[in-house]
Each structure stands twice: as C-alpha cells, then as structure tokens.
C-alpha cells in the first residue's frame, strides 16, 4: 500500500512539521505549493530529499489561504479556481522538472479537498486545470467520494485515498477539524485503522463501520506523533 505524507508545508520562520524524518517511511509525498504553506526554498528542498530518497511526488494545492492554513472555506469563482490551481501546479511541476524529477499527481489540500470530494462545481475547475497542465497527471481524492466518478466521467487517473489519522463519519466523510477528536494522536489506533482499511476495506465511523476502498493512506505531516505512526506501521509490515 502507497504511504504518503503532506510536505514542504513551513514557510518564512514558520516550521510545520518534520519533514526529513519522514521520508524513510513514506513511498509518496504531496508537497505544499505556496498558498496555505511552503515557500519557494522550502519547497525546492521538499523536492530535492524527495529525489533523494525515490519517493513519488505530488502537487499540494490549496484556496489561496496562508493565514488560515488553506483549512477555511472560500468562495472562488469557477474561473479563479481553476487559474489559482493552475498557478499552483505548475510552479510545482517546473521545480521538480528542473531538479531532474518528475511530477506524478495532484492531491488538493485542506478545505478544497474536502469540498471538491461533495460539490462538483468545485471539482470540475481543478480537473479542467489539472488536464490542461499535463493529462498524464492523478488526482488523488477522498476514497468512496462521489469525486472518483467525477474523474472518471472527466478522464483523469483517480488516486482513492485514505487516511491513517483522521476520524471518519459514518457517512465516510472525515471529521471536521473544529470536532473532538478529529485528528488521531495515539499510534496504536491509527494502526488499527490502516489494518481495517488495508486487510478488510472498512474504516470505524462513530455509528459502526464504513466499507472503502483506497490505493493510497495518508498521514499529516503536521500530526505531532506522525513519525511514531510511521514506525508502528513499518514494524508491523502491513
């Protein structure tokens, strides 16, 4: 099973989370373009480890939110979304094509991740921008969203994604932020989780449990005990 992790997010005096730890750990990393985090240094360096340790890159682009960690709603014209996500992408995409990589998906952030997994108008705008920077690029979503026929109708590869330490509705959604016990700190059960989404294609919700199917698990860069979760399932050889 792919591992990827949410990367290149610090920016300016500002560290989030602990990148060069991770990417023993990890097969793929969605690197930040600038808009909720990452600056242009850190991104570069993002890229290069990244190289270094053969790890698949994507693009990480967000609503146009620094302040607010690219995690707050915002109301965008179809037109502006999609210029802004085009921005985004291929600035990434000519920084890894210049350090001699190669970008592989586009997997959007926060609250623009979210919200393109519910409401087409808000996806369609990405896909159009993602297809007209390079149709060989995935789009790695929400696993079980109605996001993946959307793709699908559109033509774009789907990358189903699940997520290691976030909890779920029982109507597959994640939790929101703003909600108790939203975000998995304890090792232990995002281990258990990964194992049910891996060996049994289900995840436990707050009113029993959801079936899913996902071709790649995601853990937050930004999670405090994200490189314990990384070792516990590397031990556990899943």
């Known amino acids: 099973m792919d591992i990827n992790c949410d990367m290149g997010e610090s ?25 909720h985090g990452g600056d242009p240094l850190t991104i570069q360096k993002t890229i290069q480890a990244a190289l270094k340790h053969k790890v698949r890159i994507g693009a990480h682009p967000s609503y146009p939110d620094l302040v607010g960690f690219g995690r707050r709603n915002m109301s965008l014209s179809s037109a502006e979304l999609k210029a802004s996500v085009l921005y985004q992408i291929a600035a990434l995409k000519g920084m890894v094509e210049s350090l001699g990589g190669t970008l592989s998906y586009v997997k959007p952030h926060g609250a623009l991740y979210n919200t393109m997994a519910q409401n087409q108008a ?21 696993a079980n ?7 699908t109708e559109k033509g774009i590869q789907f990358i189903p994604e699940a997520f290691a ?19 998995i700190t304890t090792p232990s059960k995002a281990l ?21 199917r ?5 853990i937050h860069g930004d999670n405090p005990v994200v490189l314990d979760i990384l070792k516990l399932l590397k031990k556990s050889n899943l």
Do not use: H
């Open 192 to 212: 258990q989780q990964v194992t049910y989404i891996i060996k049994e294609n289900k995840v436990v919700t707050s009113k029993g449990f959801f079936s899913i």
């Open 11 to 35: 920016y300016g005096r500002f560290t989030v989370g602990q990148d060069e730890t991770l990417f023993p750990y990890i097969t793929s990393c969605s690197i930040a373009c600038g808009f």
């Open 165 to 183: 330490d976030r909890s779920y509705n029982r109507d597959g959604y994640l939790r929101a932020r703003r909600e108790a016990n939203a975000l």
């Open 214 to 218: 996902a071709k790649s698990i995601c």
């Open 145 to 151: 969203s109605p996001l993946e026929e959307w793709a």
């Open 122 to 142: 808000e996806a369609f705008p990405v896909i159009d921008a993602i297809q007209l920077l390079d149709p060989q690029l995935a789009l790695m979503g929400l």
